[in-house]
């Protein structure tokens, strides 16, 4: 962070994510694209959470490649690392600490409640282990050893966001005034992208069809092809109205990557078929996406520089959250200690 961001009185904003992969255009639109603009008006602590990341299955060559790769992308969408810090989380070893504390304000039960527990507990019967029922104090620390202020999440997050501020709020209720509670931030502009295939659900990166999902280094024909075999309807109608999920999803998407409304969109492909309408989805997306493929095509090639990126992004953050540690530290009890 500039000297100028961290001497004037701005607002601290924390958020992280999981480095499962090429991230999706719903990733993209719904969550990192905020990411960039948030930097002029916030001193931003951006995080690659690779210890969530453990909580399910996952090859460690595998982790450890997604783990860089989700680093360069969040980079090549415009994180300005003069202005924010962008580091891995198992560098910065202050998120766990806080978080085993943390643990002990916090109730099973509270735990045992998180929809995001109940939905991958059945998903993975057969590895219902304690990190994944922890899932959310490690998410309450990363914020709350920072103080940040806001926290830009999803709507599925909001539910842990929820309990991190409980736990805060419980926290200074017992050993006086020690973290900010937290505020979620929706980004005005964020928009939920839905499956291309199954425009009811979510795209996600878990999806087993390729062809719903658009990964936002997807080259321009992959992009063009997969739009053009995107789920509409029986209607000819570019319009957007109930019952016609497909071409809603298309004109989100086409008004998120153009600026241009919903309403302006609707009425350029007045009296135009669904072909052409797709076809100039497909080049919009592909055009908005480009400069970030490139970027992260000039990234992922000097791994020296992303190196020194994370290493002194993760510098800098464990010096700031140490002091918020050690004054956690000092109010429950613990004996100062001089190890270096
Ligand atoms: P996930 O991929 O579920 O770990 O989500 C990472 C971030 O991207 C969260 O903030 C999600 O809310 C957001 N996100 C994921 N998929 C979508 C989507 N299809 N539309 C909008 N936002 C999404
Ligand atoms: N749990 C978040 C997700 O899956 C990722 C995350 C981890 C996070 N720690 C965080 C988000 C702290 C915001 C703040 O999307």
Redesign the pocket.
């Known amino acids: 962070m500039s000297e100028q961001n961290t001497t004037e009185q701005k607002k601290l904003i924390f958020s992280g ?2 480095p ?1 992969g090429t991230f ?1 255009l ?2 993209y ?3 990192i694209r905020n990411w960039k603009p948030l930097q002029e008006d916030y001193r931003c602590i951006y995080c690659v959470v690779d210890e969530h990341a453990i909580t399910v299955k996952i090859d460690p060559a595998k982790l450890r490649q997604k783990t860089l790769e989700a680093y360069a992308q969040l980079l090549a969408c415009g994180i300005d690392l003069d202005k924010s810090l962008l580091f891995i989380q198992s560098h910065v070893p202050t998120h766990a600490q806080l978080s085993w504390v943390l643990n002990c304000s916090t109730q099973f039960g509270e735990l045992s409640r998180m929809t995001q527990f109940k939905d991958k507990s059945q998903r993975h019967p057969d590895d219902i282990n304690a990190g994944l029922f922890d899932y959310p104090v490690l998410m309450a620390a990363d914020i709350l050893v920072y103080n940040a202020d806001l926290v830009p ?5 909001m539910q842990h966001l929820e309990l991190a501020r409980t736990i805060a709020r419980r926290f200074n209720g017992r050993y006086g005034d020690t973290f900010t509670v937290p505020e979620g931030y929706v980004a005005p502009v964020g ?3 839905m499956s291309l295939q199954e425009p009811t659900k ?4 878990s999806d087993e069809n390729p062809n719903a999902v658009i990964l936002i280094l997807d080259d321009k024909d992959t992009i063009i092809r997969k739009c053009k075999r995107a789920v509409t309807d029986s209607e000819t109608e570019v319009a957007f109205r109930e019952g016609k999920d497909g071409i809603n999803n298309l004109l989100t998407i086409y008004s998120a990557v153009t600026g241009k409304s919903i309403e302006d969109a609707v009425k350029e492909f007045a009296g135009q078929g669904y072909g052409t309408f797709k076809m100039a989805v497909g080049e919009a997306i592909a055009d908005h996406l480009a400069p970030v493929r490139e970027e992260y095509a000039k990234l992922i090639a000097d791994k020296a520089y992303l190196k020194e990126c994370y290493t002194r992004c993760g510098a800098e953050a464990l010096r700031y959250s140490q002091r918020v540690l050690n004054k956690v530290y000092k109010k429950i009890g613990f004996i100062p200690s001089e190890i270096r």
């Open positions: 994510i999981q499962t999706t719903g990733n639109i719904g969550a999440v999803g709507a599925d997050q928009a939920k992208v979510k795209m996600s990166k």
